[in-house]
T-cell receptor, first 113, second 115 residues
Framework: AQSVTQLDSQVPVFEEAPVELRCNYSSSVSVYLFWYVQYPNQGLQLLLKYLSGSTLVKSINGFEAEFNKSQTSFHLRKPSVHISDTAEYFCAVTLSNDYKLSFGAGTTVTVRA | KAGVTQTPRYLIKTRGQQVTLSCSPISGHRSVSWYQQTPGQGLQFLFEYFSETQRNKGNFPGRFSGRQFSNSRSEMNVSTLELGDSALYLC??????????????FGNGTRLTVT
């Protein structure tokens, strides 16, 4: 079975500073990887996904994540954060053709002015 | 398009009661999944329905059940409620095209409190 570890539970960061959220997964077979964001009192929104192809994937709001098969990682980065990026971020994994997502415990990002 | 709609948003029940939560997927989406979110256990998969059939099930007791109707709307039911069932229940819909390149779209959830 696949599992996900998010190495940081809380990440405080100043506005306009860079941020990196770490995610490692374990699986013996090929997986699909996702980052979701959850704002207070809301559901989850898909931020990024890696299915195949280029190992660097980017979102429209400046986030990017890189799939590293040898290190079984899918870290999320943003070079300059905004106050509005304050949220909880979840890394998730699934086997191909499987709609069951396994989520990490989440990382709470708090952006301060 | 309207997003995934979950009703009610908040619910308070007493131990031993049962509860039914509702989820209306995005129009055209035939797959509906349910997840439980708690501070202690995080996000856990409950089950997935596609074309009125349960396709996948998580590790939850039989008190948790669900169904899907012909219009793809889904309900989940929890019987004999326990304090530990207090959680945010999230529903997600997808087109389920065969390859997982159609993402899951989540609703805002139903917050269940068991007293």
């Amino acid at each position: 079975a696949q599992s996900v570890t998010q190495l940081d539970s809380q990440v405080p960061v100043f506005e306009e500073a860079p941020v990196e959220l770490r995610c490692n997964y374990s699986s013996s077979v090929s997986v699909y990887l996702f980052w979701y964001v959850q704002y207070p009192n809301q559901g989850l929104q898909l931020l990024l996904k890696y299915l195949s192809g280029s190992t660097l994937v980017k979102s429209i709001n400046g986030f990017e994540a890189e799939f590293n098969k040898s290190q079984t990682s899918f870290h999320l980065r943003k070079p300059s954060v905004h106050i509005s990026d304050t949220a909880e971020y979840f890394c998730a994994v699934t086997l191909s053709n499987d709609y069951k997502l396994s989520f990490g415990a989440g990382t709470t990002v708090t952006v301060r002015a | 398009k309207a997003g995934v709609t979950q009703t009610p948003r908040y619910l308070i029940k007493t131990r031993g009661q049962q509860v039914t939560l509702s989820c209306s997927p995005i129009s055209g989406h035939r797959s509906v999944s349910w997840y439980q979110q708690t501070p202690g256990q995080g996000l856990q998969f409950l089950f997935e329905y596609f074309s009125e059939t349960q396709r996948n099930k998580g590790n939850f007791p039989g008190r948790f059940s669900g169904r899907q109707f012909s219009n793809s709307r889904s309900e989940m039911n929890v019987s004999t409620l326990e304090l530990g069932d207090s959680a945010l229940y999230l529903c997600a819909s997808s087109q389920r095209t065969g390859k997982l390149n159609s993402p899951l779209h989540f609703g805002n959830g139903t917050r269940l409190t068991v007293t």
